[in-house]
């Protein structure tokens, strides 16, 4: 059972809710035992970790295939001036397409 003044109703209550182990009955009332909010706030903040974590892997990959694709680019635009500087081509604009 997930605390409702901890975490809002939504995909991480329901994750929580599957992670939690249900509070047994008591010995006094036969009511159910008191939720351990700590617990929660501790699954939360660890949910909260995974995902940053995981965002940061996605930037970092995407970060390192753009400087790939712009080193590509930039292999081949030196190619090129390359070709131009070679047969003294000195109408660059044209060369470069």
């Known amino acids: ?10 995909p991480v209550y ?4 599957m992670l939690a182990p249900e509070a047994g009955p008591s ?5 159910h035992q008191p939720v351990n909010a700590e617990t929660y706030k501790k699954k939360l903040r ?10 940061y892997r996605q930037k970092k990959k995407l970060s390192v295939k753009n400087l790939t694709d712009h080193v590509a680019m930039l292999e081949k ?3 090129i001036l ?9 109408h660059k604009i044209k ?3």
Do not use: Y
């Open 46 to 55: 660890l949910l909260r970790n995974k995902k940053a974590a995981h965002l």
């Open 14 to 17: 329901d994750l929580l809710e």
């Open 77 to 79: 635009l030196n190619s």
């Open 95 to 97: 060369c470069i397409k």
């Open 82 to 90: 390359k070709k131009c500087s070679v047969t003294h081509c000195h």
């Open 1 to 10: 059972m997930v605390p409702q003044d901890v975490v809002e109703e939504g």
């Open 27 to 31: 010995t006094i009332n036969d009511d």
